[in-house]
């Protein structure tokens, strides 16, 4: 089994910082990538950022310029520094792992129980 251990939310006001951690463990034989999504009430789950085992990264048109997905291969962490934070920024925020956990196995999707950012404005 995998598990994805979220940390680092809380309460910003406008403009203020926040950093996210995320730390997976367990059956992780590879872990090909790991991102952040977001789900704010009302509306579907979202892509934030994500970075492959290799370093590229990927991000919403909305975090471009404001949050940064960086990674820990040793440590099997990924992070995801949020700057300029906006009250829209508002959601709670799931760590997700693509990972094969044996070999001969496939990849598969993991999320963690996610983390609650709050902005005010």
């Known amino acids: 089994q995998v598990q994805l251990v979220e940390s680092g939310g809380g309460l910003a006001q406008a403009g203020g910082s926040l950093r996210l951690s995320c730390v997976a463990s367990?059956?992780?034989?590879?872990?090909?990538?790991m991102g952040w999504y977001r789900q704010a009430p009302g509306k579907q789950r979202e892509m934030v950022a994500t970075i492959t085992f290799g370093g590229s990264t990927y991000y919403a048109d909305y975090a471009k310029g404001r949050f940064t997905i960086s990674g820990d291969n040793a440590k099997n962490t990924v992070y995801l520094q949020m700057n300029s934070l906006k009250p829209e920024d508002t959601a709670v925020y799931y760590c997700?792992?693509?990972?094969?956990?044996?070999w001969g196995y496939g990849v598969s999707d993991y999320w963690g129980q996610g983390t609650q950012v709050t902005v005010s404005s």
């Open positions: 997700k792992g693509s990972i094969i956990t044996a």
């Open positions: 367990g059956s992780t034989f590879r872990i090909n990538a």
